[in-house]
């Protein structure tokens, strides 16, 4: 007797929890409206230890991970080789640095470790899944760091994000596929790594655009949705515009685009009409 194909699943993850309160609100409303299931928590933020209150009744609706973050931000102790002026560079410099064997591995731990800490004297636990503020985890020595807290801190739990897609797959969803070529590349030998350890991950990594507003967001998730392979995991940057934002982060107006789509009827019919459901991860 011929079994029924399962239903297609997507896990729809929104980026940057903690960064500003509107980012937190606007991603706390589309978790309780069952649109995303899962956040990365930026938790070197001064906005994180309220922001974690706000969050810790919804961890039954949403996967509630630590999204490491290396770049533009302050951390959260001293780095002084990575950030000798006390703010973390740009993601070309960190990249630049990473694959020319620049990063100082004990001081990237140290960082990683007190990001980790914070989020587990919020949330007292730890955390659903790792991944990477602009990808970052995924760069050479960084890499090396996030697999050692997945099982020294994590215990061999919980998931980790791989930013590989097979480049056809990229190619033909016709979607800033340079950018998108580029990241996927730069997580192939950790996506090989995951592989090795059997480490819990993605299996398909979709969602990079240029953040911009010149194609409506909709066709773009429709785009990320479309034919998902198992375990597909798609990016996102909800929120809404707040003053902290502003001083905090480049990327702003856009966030309420993508808010604005997902809580929308139009979100729900289209991925009613393609028979997709949206399910965590870690489920």
Same mark, same amino acid.
């Not at 999204?67 to 000798?84: C, D, F, K, N, V």
């Not at 997945?150 to 950018?179: N, Q, T, Y």
């Not at 507003?213 to 909800?238: E, K, N, Q």
């Given at each position: 007797?011929?079994?029924?194909?399962? !239903?297609?699943?997507?896990?729809?993850?929104?980026?940057?929890?903690?960064?500003?309160?509107?980012? $937190?609100?606007?991603?706390?409303?589309?978790?309780?409206?069952?649109?995303?299931?899962?956040?990365?928590?930026?938790? &070197? %933020?001064?906005?994180?230890?309220?922001?974690?209150?706000?969050?810790?009744?919804?961890?039954?609706?949403?996967?509630?991970?630590?999204?490491?973050?290396? !770049?533009?931000?302050?951390?959260?102790?001293?780095?002084?080789?990575?950030?000798? &002026?006390?703010? #973390?560079?740009?993601?070309?410099?960190?990249?630049?640095?990473?694959?020319?064997?620049?990063?100082?591995? +004990?001081?990237?731990?140290?960082?990683?470790?007190?990001? *980790?800490? +914070? *989020?587990?004297?919020?949330?007292?636990? +730890?955390?659903? *899944?790792?991944?990477?503020?602009?990808?970052?985890?995924? #760069?050479? !020595?960084?890499?090396?760091?996030?697999?050692?807290?997945?099982?020294?801190?994590?215990?061999?739990?919980?998931?980790?994000?791989?930013?590989?897609?097979?480049?056809?797959?990229?190619?033909?969803?016709?979607?800033?596929?340079?950018?998108? #070529?580029?990241?996927?590349?730069?997580?192939? &030998?950790?996506?090989?790594?995951?592989?090795?350890?059997?480490?819990?991950?993605?299996?398909?990594?979709?969602?990079?655009?240029?953040? %911009?507003?010149?194609?409506?967001? &909709?066709?773009?998730?429709?785009?990320?949705?479309?034919?998902?392979?198992?375990? !597909?995991?798609?990016?996102?940057?909800?929120?809404?515009?707040?003053?902290?934002?502003?001083?905090?982060?480049? #990327?702003?107006?856009?966030?309420?685009?993508? *808010?604005?789509?997902?809580?929308?009827?139009?979100?729900?019919?289209?991925?009613?009409?393609?028979?997709?459901?949206?399910?965590?991860? $870690?489920?």
């Amino acid at each position: 007797m011929t079994q029924p194909s399962p !239903t297609p699943t997507v896990t729809l993850c929104a980026d940057d929890y903690g960064l500003a309160p509107g980012v $937190s609100r606007a991603i706390r409303d589309l978790i309780v409206l069952g649109r995303l299931n899962a956040t990365g928590c930026m938790t &070197g %933020s001064a906005y994180w230890p309220e922001a974690a209150k706000d969050i810790a009744p919804l961890a039954d609706r949403a996967d509630i991970g630590l999204h490491i973050t290396l !770049t533009e931000q302050r951390p959260l102790g001293p780095m002084p080789s990575l950030a000798p &002026g006390g703010t #973390l560079p740009t993601v070309e410099s960190v990249i630049k640095r990473a694959v020319t064997g620049r990063l100082d591995r +004990a001081e990237i731990a140290a960082e990683v470790n007190r990001q *980790f800490d +914070a *989020f587990e004297a919020e949330m007292g636990r +730890a955390p659903d *899944f790792l991944d990477g503020h602009h990808h970052v985890h995924q #760069l050479p !020595t960084v890499r090396d760091v996030v697999l050692d807290v997945w099982r020294d801190r994590m215990g061999g739990r919980g998931w980790v994000r791989s930013c590989w897609e097979p480049p056809l797959a990229i190619l033909s969803r016709r979607v800033d596929a340079v950018r998108a #070529l580029i990241i996927s590349e730069l997580g192939r &030998g950790f996506r090989r790594m995951l592989v090795r350890a059997g480490v819990p991950h993605n299996g398909s990594f979709r969602g990079v655009y240029d953040l %911009s507003d010149r194609v409506p967001y &909709g066709d773009l998730f429709r785009a990320f949705t479309d034919s998902p392979a198992p375990r !597909t995991l798609v990016m996102c940057h909800p929120g809404f515009v707040d003053d902290a934002l502003k001083a905090a982060d480049r #990327l702003t107006g856009q966030r309420e685009v993508e *808010f604005r789509f997902l809580a929308s009827e139009e979100c729900g019919k289209s991925l009613a009409d393609r028979g997709i459901r949206l399910a965590r991860l $870690s489920a």
